[in-house]
C-alpha cells in the first residue's frame, strides 16, 4: 500500500514537472529590485519528490547504475562543503535543497521498480497545458499570472520580457509556465527525442495521439525562439542519422510518420515566422545585438569569479551575488550567470567541484555508450550530446530549479534507455 502510494506521488511529480507552483519564502534584492536568482521558495514538485523517495523505501538498482548514484553522492557533499566557506550563505542553502531535490529524482527514475514508458508518457502530457499557454502568449501577446501555474504576468511591452523583433514590431517567445523561453525550448527538445524513443513501444491508439503531440512539440518548438535548443536538437539529429547508418539500421516503422508529421508542423510554423526566425539566426535588431553583447561580456567576468576561489568556488548560486558585490550599482537584469553551465559551475564550486560533476557525467555515459549498437544505446547518447550542447550555451541547467530537474531527467532517461532491454 505504501509503495503504492510512493510510485503515485512520484507519478504526479512527473506529470507536473512543468508546473512553477511554489510557496515564496523570501527573497534577496540587488540595487534595490528582486534578483530572480536570490528566491528563497520550495517547489509543490519538490515535495512530491521527497516523500515519494521517503516511502518507496530502500532503492533498487543494478551495480552498474549504483556507481552513478556514490559518485553523485559525493558530488553533493562537495557542494554543502563549498557552501561552508561561501559568502551567500543563505542563497547557497535555498539552492542546495534544489539540487539535492533534483538528486532524489535522478534516484527515482533510475530505480528498476520505474516504468520508463509511463514516466515518458506522463511527463509529454504534462507538457501539454505549458504548449497551450505558450501559443496564447505568442498570438496575444501577453500571459496572465497564475498561482496554480506559479507564473507572473507578462506583457510584450513590459521591458525585460523576451521579445523577437523585426520591423513588423515586437512578437512575445512562448514562455509555457517556465521562467524563460530557453527552459521551455529544452524541456521540448527533451520531449521530441522521448517521442521519437516511445514510437515503437505504442499501440495504435496511442500512436494516433503521438502523431498529434508531434504536430504541437514541432510548432511550439520554433515558437521559443530558442537557439540554444534548436541547435542541441539539430545536432542530435545529426547524430542520430549518423549512428543510424553506422550500426545499419533503420527508424522504427512506426516511428517515420511521426518524424514526417513533425517535420511538416516545423516547416509550417517557420514558414509563419519566417521572418522572426532569420531575426534569431542572424542577429542584426537591436535586441539580439544587445542580448549576444550580453553574453559574450559574461565570459570576461568568469576569470574574476573564479580566481577569487578556485579550489572550492564562491559558493552554489552565489555567481551573480558575488559580482554584485564586487561591482555594485549596476541595475539587478545586468548581474547574470554565465551562459554557460560548465563554467558556471566551475566558477561556483571550484576545480574540486567540476572534477565530481565531471566524473558523474562520465559514469553516466560510460553506461550510455555500453550499448551503441542497439536502438536503446543509440537514443542515450542522442539525448546527451543534445544536452550537452544546450549546456555550452546557457545556465539554467544548474541555476535555476526546472533546469536541474530536467537535467536530473535527462541524466535518469539516458541510464534507463541503455539499462532497459
Not at 341 to 365: Q, W
Request: glycine share 8%; hydrophobic share 55%; proline share 4%.
Amino acid at each position: 500500500m505504501i509503495a503504492s502510494f510512493a510510485n503515485f506521488l512520484f507519478l504526479l511529480a512527473i506529470f507536473f514537472l512543468p508546473w512553477q507552483t511554489q510557496w515564496i519564502i523570501g527573497s534577496v534584492s540587488v540595487s534595490g529590485e528582486r534578483s530572480s536568482y536570490g528566491i528563497f521558495s520550495l517547489y509543490v514538485v519538490e515535495a512530491l519528490i521527497l516523500f515519494a523517495f521517503l516511502l518507496r523505501g530502500r532503492q533498487q538498482t543494478r551495480n552498474s547504475i549504483l556507481l552513478t548514484w556514490r559518485v553523485l553522492s559525493f558530488f553533493l557533499a562537495m557542494a554543502f562543503f563549498s557552501l561552508s566557506f561561501s559568502d551567500f550563505d543563505q542563497i547557497g542553502w535555498f539552492h542546495m535543497i534544489h539540487v539535492v531535490s533534483a538528486a532524489l529524482l535522478y534516484f527515482l527514475i533510475t530505480d528498476e521498480r520505474t516504468n520508463i514508458k509511463q514516466i515518458l508518457s506522463l511527463f509529454l502530457l504534462g507538457l501539454m497545458v505549458p504548449l497551450i499557454l505558450g501559443w496564447f502568449q505568442v498570438i496575444h501577446g501577453s500571459s496572465p499570472g497564475s498561482t496554480a501555474l506559479g507564473i507572473a504576468a507578462k506583457d510584450v511591452l513590459t521591458p525585460g520580457v523576451a521579445v523577437v523583433e523585426t520591423a513588423a514590431g515586437r512578437l512575445m517567445r512562448a514562455y509555457g509556465t517556465f521562467p524563460h523561453p530557453n527552459i521551455f525550448g529544452g524541456y521540448l527538445a527533451f520531449a521530441v527525442i522521448a517521442l521519437a524513443y516511445l514510437s515503437r513501444l505504442l499501440t495504435k491508439h496511442e500512436w494516433a495521439m503521438a502523431l498529434i503531440g508531434a504536430v504541437f512539440l514541432g510548432a511550439a518548438l520554433v515558437t521559443t525562439f530558442s537557439r540554444s535548443a534548436w541547435l542541441g536538437l539539430f545536432i542530435g539529429c545529426l547524430v542520430l542519422t549518423g549512428l543510424m547508418f553506422w550500426q545499419k539500421k533503420i527508424p522504427p516503422r512506426r516511428a517515420i510518420p511521426i518524424l514526417i508529421v513533425g517535420l511538416a508542423s516545423v516547416l509550417s510554423t517557420l514558414i509563419i515566422f519566417h521572418s522572426q526566425v532569420f531575426s534569431r539566426m542572424y542577429p542584426t535588431g537591436r535586441v539580439e545585438v544587445i542580448s549576444i553583447e550580453e553574453h559574450t561580456s559574461q565570459y570576461q567576468t568568469v576569470d574574476d569569479v573564479f580566481l577569487s576561489a578556485p579550489f572550492f568556488g564562491v559558493g552554489p548560486n552565489a555567481y551573480t551575488f558575488f559580482l554584485s558585490q564586487r561591482d555594485p550599482g549596476h541595475p539587478v537584469w545586468s548581474y547574470q550567470p554565465v551562459h554557460n553551465t560548465f563554467l558556471l559551475i566551475l566558477a561556483e564550486l571550484g576545480v574540486v567541484g567540476i572534477l565530481f560533476f565531471g566524473y558523474f557525467i562520465f559514469s553516466v555515459n560510460s553506461i550510455a555508450h555500453a550499448s551503441v549498437r542497439k536502438s536503446n544505446g543509440i537514443f542515450a547518447i542522442v539525448i546527451g550530446v543534445t544536452f550537452f550542447v544546450i549546456a555550452l550555451f546557457d545556465h539554467y541547467l544548474w541555476s535555476l530549479w526546472p533546469g536541474l530537474a530536467l537535467s536530473a531527467l535527462v541524466c535518469g532517461i539516458m541510464v534507463r534507455w541503455e539499462t532497459d532491454k
